[in-house]
């Protein structure tokens, strides 16, 4: 198995660079790729990272990034391929439960577009889209895959959600509680409606 630790896309946001006047990008909800979401309980309605098009990310810390084509487009196929690979669990947003001792886990949520068609081919209007939570995990934790009780006949997490989840924990590096950049953040959650 490869991990999210030696995955080709690991260090996207270290490879990132800033935006110089932050405060000047507006997000728009045509541009939206994917948005993973977090939740904990210190931090109900957390938030790690959306992407939009054109090679932008907005961290949990509220700084807009500028990534390379390379790594914003694996980021985007990535997600699409978690909404086509990952089985429906048939629990309450497609949770994915990892196998803790202890209860009370951090969840992470990918949203997606939902449409039969592809989220990422620019065939959507940003009326058309709907974001839905396409995957859940609870209980993330680098390489830790069993889960609680199979699903679809699978013992581990799978892979590719994995993957994801780890890498797109990467949007969190530097947070503190009180500390993100507020202005950016509320413009990212006037983009997500009532998802966030």
Do not use: C
């Not at 997000?27 to 090679?55: H, M, S």
């Not at 990535?78 to 629990?91: K, L, N």
């Amino acid at each position: 198995m490869s991990s999210s630790q030696s995955h080709p896309l690991k260090g996207w946001h270290a490879r990132s660079t800033p935006h110089d006047f932050p405060h000047d990008y507006s997000p728009t909800r045509d541009a939206l790729k994917f948005i993973l979401l977090y939740n904990a309980p210190v931090e109900q309605e957390g938030f790690t990272v959306a992407l939009f098009a054109p090679n932008i990310a907005i961290d949990a810390v509220g700084s807009v990034r500028f990534l390379s084509s390379g790594d914003f487009t694996g980021l985007v196929n990535m997600a699409e391929r978690v909404r086509i690979e990952v089985p429906e669990t048939g629990t309450f947003r497609n949770t994915w439960v990892l196998d803790h001792k202890r209860t009370s886990q951090s969840i992470d949520r990918v949203l997606l577009f939902s449409s039969s068609d592809s989220p990422y081919t620019g065939s959507l209007s940003a009326e058309d889209a709907e974001l839905v939570n396409i995957a859940s995990v609870q209980g993330y934790q680098g390489d830790l895959r069993r889960l609680k009780r199979p699903v679809a006949g699978l013992e581990v997490l799978p892979e590719v959600l994995g993957e994801f989840v780890g890498l797109g924990r990467e949007g969190r590096e530097g947070w503190k509680s009180g500390e993100e950049d507020r202005v950016v953040l509320g413009k990212v959650r006037e983009v997500l409606g009532n998802v966030w």
